[in-house]
């Protein structure tokens, strides 16, 4: 089966820089890579996702590129903000293959220092 | 719409009791799942449904039920309670492969169990 692994499990940075978390996977046939955000006492909510047909996709302050010859995904946020302080989860899936199965890293702690 | 909704919020059990978490969805969706959430270990999925009387295991099925009779109902069942389910349960419903509907899955606030 798939098996996702998410580095740092913890990140600080500086309010205003950028903060990068990075997922591997390990099965060639995943094609979706979704990012959960989840804010504490809350459910995990999608902040943006990729499919393997793109290699990078941006949505204002968040990015997620993709490199699929190397198994490796990540998120990129810029200019952080104190908001932005959650759980950050790296997920990878098989769409259209029948199982839509999503695996998940182990998440990572993202503290913004104002 | 309310979402995906959890019931109840917390709860304590002891060693051996059985208990229902409940999950609904009032999305339409036909895909929904439950996961578990411990610390260091990120979510694992432990069943899932793709629709109304289909169900299947995920990676850590061992200790729970489940039936999808509604679309809208996926009630989690823990037969006889051990202490390695505490945990935090979190439902999740999505359109699945309906492309129409993108294949984002939507959580719900979350259980928290302990079994002493």
């Known amino acids: 089966g798939e098996n996702v692994e998410q580095h740092p499990s913890t990140l600080s940075v500086q309010e205003g820089d950028s903060a990068v978390i990075k997922c591997t996977y390990s099965?060639?046939?995943?094609?979706?890579f979704p990012w959960y955000k989840q804010e504490l006492g809350k459910g995990p909510q999608l902040i943006i996702d990729?499919?393997?047909?793109?290699g990078e996709k941006k949505d204002q302050r968040i990015a997620v590129t993709l490199n699929k010859t190397a198994k490796h995904f990540s998120l990129h946020i810029t200019e952080t903000q104190p908001e932005d302080s959650a759980v950050y989860f790296c997920?990878?899936?098989?769409?259209?293959?029948?199982?839509?199965?999503?695996?998940f890293g182990t998440g990572t702690r993202l503290t913004i220092i104002p | 719409n309310a979402g995906v909704t959890q019931t109840p919020k917390f709860q304590v059990l002891k060693t051996g009791q059985s208990m229902t978490l409940q999950c609904a969805q009032d999305?339409?969706?036909?895909?929904m799942s439950w996961y578990r959430q411990d610390p260091g270990m990120g979510l694992r999925l432990i069943h899932y449904?793709?629709?109304?009387?289909?169900?299947d295991q995920g990676e850590v099925p061992n200790g729970y039920n489940v039936s999808r009779s509604t679309t809208e109902d996926f009630p989690l069942r823990l037969l006889s309670a051990a202490p390695s389910q505490t945990s935090v349960y979190f439902c999740?419903?999505?359109?699945?492969?309906?492309?129409?509907?993108?294949?984002?899955?939507?959580f719900g606030p979350g259980t928290r169990l302990t079994v002493l």
């Open positions: 990729i499919r393997s047909n793109v």
């Open positions: 997920a990878a899936s098989e769409i259209g293959g029948g199982n839509e199965k999503l695996t």
């Open positions: 099965d060639s046939a995943s094609n979706y």
């Open positions: 999740a419903s999505s359109w699945g492969l309906n492309p129409r509907g993108g294949y984002t899955q939507y």
């Open positions: 999305m339409n969706h036909e895909y």
């Open positions: 449904s793709v629709g109304a009387g289909i169900t």
